[in-house]
């Protein structure tokens, strides 16, 4: 009938029905720097350095059976001239087959046992002023696989086989062409560095080590593995050699 279907939109136009809360917001109570709470987490950090020179730094953490290893090794004996080989020697390391395994197989040890590893050669700050060169080597591990990560570490550093020029070319072409296409999509992080650069050492070195000067050695090296291959191999075996001293 006319009166329910006006009794209809009468009560669907009508305002729901609220709840009073007041009382409820009345008692709420702003917070303040001061009422958050304090959670201070202290760690027990041992800092030695055994008699062969070589210093340790461990903290112990709220995480059990697992850790991370960060290794620095000191490359400030590689002049000017090494670093851009020292930088491909690098970029090669799991992208080539070792002594004991291959391309495929190290691909499977390494999602083991090198989970987010990190292998980069770079200046660090030193003090203020200074800077200085390191290889560094990062992984997280569990407890129980710590010795097959540092064996697997090993492994990739010192047996990697620079002996296949065409595999190495393969590579090399391969870093240029994401060097080009990181260059091409960001061109201001790249100018942005080498504006850095020119007020801070460590900036200057990375740059240097990783910038434009690199993509130039690259298309250089990739001429010279067409031409004289051998000559590229023997100095990434002897930038190897040098590492492990």
């Known amino acids: 009938t006319e009166e ?3 009794g209809i939109v009468a009560s669907s136009n009508a305002a729901p029905e609220t709840e009073d809360t007041s009382d409820m917001v009345a008692g709420l109570q702003a917070v303040t720097v001061e009422s ?3 959670d201070w987490k202290l760690y027990e950090v041992s800092d ?6 070589i210093r340790h730094i461990d903290a112990a953490a709220n995480i059990e059976d697992i850790g991370k290893v960060n290794l620095l090794l000191d490359t400030s004996g590689f002049g000017r001239e090494d670093i851009h080989w020292l930088t491909l020697y690098t970029d090669l390391l799991t992208a080539l087959e070792t002594d004991s395994h291959s391309k495929g197989d190290l691909a499977g040890m390494i999602s083991r046992y090198l989970y987010n590893y990190r292998i980069l050669a770079s200046a660090w700050q030193e003090g203020k002023v200074g800077v200085h060169p390191w290889l560094q080597l990062s992984w997280i591990s569990m407890d129980d696989d710590l010795e097959e990560g540092y064996d697997l570490m090993k492994e990739i550093l010192f047996g990697t086989r620079f002996d296949d020029p065409a ?3 393969e590579q090399v072409r391969a870093i240029r062409a994401g060097m080009k296409s990181d260059i091409a999509d960001d061109p201001e992080e790249l100018m942005l560095n080498r504006a850095f650069a020119r007020d801070s050492q ?4 990375n740059s240097f080590a990783q910038g434009l000067e690199y993509y130039e050695f690259l298309g250089r090296t990739q001429k010279q593995l ?4 051998e000559a590229v191999t023997t100095k990434l075996k ?3 050699s040098r590492l492990d001293n």
């Open 36 to 38: 958050l709470p304090e």
């Open 48 to 53: 030695e350095t055994g008699e062969d020179g």
């Open 226 to 229: 067409q031409d004289e291959p």
């Open 238 to 240: 002897e930038i190897q």
């Open 167 to 169: 595999k190495i070319l």
């Open 4 to 6: 329910e279907i006006a």
């Open 202 to 205: 460590r900036m200057r070195y």
